[in-house]
């Protein structure tokens, strides 16, 4: 079994993949669309993913799910990433989420929220769009910025390097 999102029909007339290789591994092929092309199944992915979680932390299968909303937002992503972006996707809302039981879109990434809504974020901190900070409590707040907030590149780039530009660590 192999799998490619390469079009080897193509490189085999451009002499660019080996002819009886292409033969050779072609004998059944099947094309699966795109999750972007099949955007019927995002829900029923998104709560298959749930359910896994739920299932693997002791919870009831139905204990978190999407708010209308937020699956709504994930139907309209594209899906650059396919199957993969999804289940990241999932994860990244169960952990953002914590005992919520319905995940709601501010919970997604500032990625499928700004392509899908277009929106752009207000405030700008270091050349990242931030979108208004909600009231509410502070520890709600210091999250959303560090989702919303690339990490600074010379201190990351240091701590790589096992210390801090300047000598300061």
Same mark, same amino acid.
């Given at each position: 079994?192999?799998?490619?999102?390469?079009?080897?029909?193509? %490189?085999?007339?451009?002499?660019?993949?080996?002819?009886?290789?292409?033969?050779?591994?072609? +004998? %059944?092929?099947?094309?699966?669309?795109?999750?972007?092309?099949?955007? !019927?199944?995002?829900?029923?992915?998104?709560?298959?993913?749930?359910?896994?979680?739920?299932?693997? =932390?002791?919870?009831?299968?139905?204990?978190?799910?999407?708010?209308? $909303? +937020?699956?709504?937002?994930?139907?309209?992503?594209?899906?650059?990433? =396919?199957?993969? $972006?999804? $289940?990241? $996707?999932?994860?990244?809302?169960?952990?953002?989420?914590?005992?919520?039981?319905?995940?709601?879109?501010?919970?997604?990434?500032?990625? !499928?929220?700004?392509?899908?809504?277009?929106? *752009?974020?207000?405030?700008?901190?270091?050349?990242?769009?931030?979108?208004?900070?909600?009231?509410?409590?502070?520890?709600?707040?210091?999250?959303?910025?560090?989702?919303?907030?690339?990490?600074?590149?010379?201190?990351? *780039?240091?701590?790589?390097?096992?210390? *801090?530009?300047?000598?300061?660590?």
């Amino acid at each position: 079994i192999s799998a490619t999102n390469r079009p080897l029909d193509s %490189f085999v007339r451009d002499s660019r993949f080996r002819e009886d290789l292409y033969y050779r591994i072609n +004998a %059944f092929a099947i094309r699966l669309p795109s999750l972007k092309e099949r955007a !019927i199944d995002i829900p029923v992915l998104a709560n298959r993913f749930l359910a896994r979680y739920c299932a693997a =932390n002791g919870l009831p299968l139905d204990a978190r799910q999407l708010s209308p $909303e +937020a699956a709504e937002q994930l139907v309209s992503y594209h899906w650059p990433g =396919n199957i993969r $972006e999804l $289940e990241n $996707e999932i994860e990244r809302l169960l952990v953002l989420g914590g005992d919520q039981d319905l995940l709601t879109p501010d919970l997604l990434s500032s990625r !499928i929220r700004d392509t899908v809504s277009g929106a *752009m974020g207000t405030n700008v901190i270091g050349g990242a769009r931030l979108a208004a900070v909600p009231a509410g409590r502070l520890n709600d707040a210091v999250e959303q910025l560090e989702r919303e907030m690339p990490p600074p590149i010379p201190v990351a *780039m240091a701590v790589q390097e096992g210390g *801090m530009p300047g000598g300061l660590f």
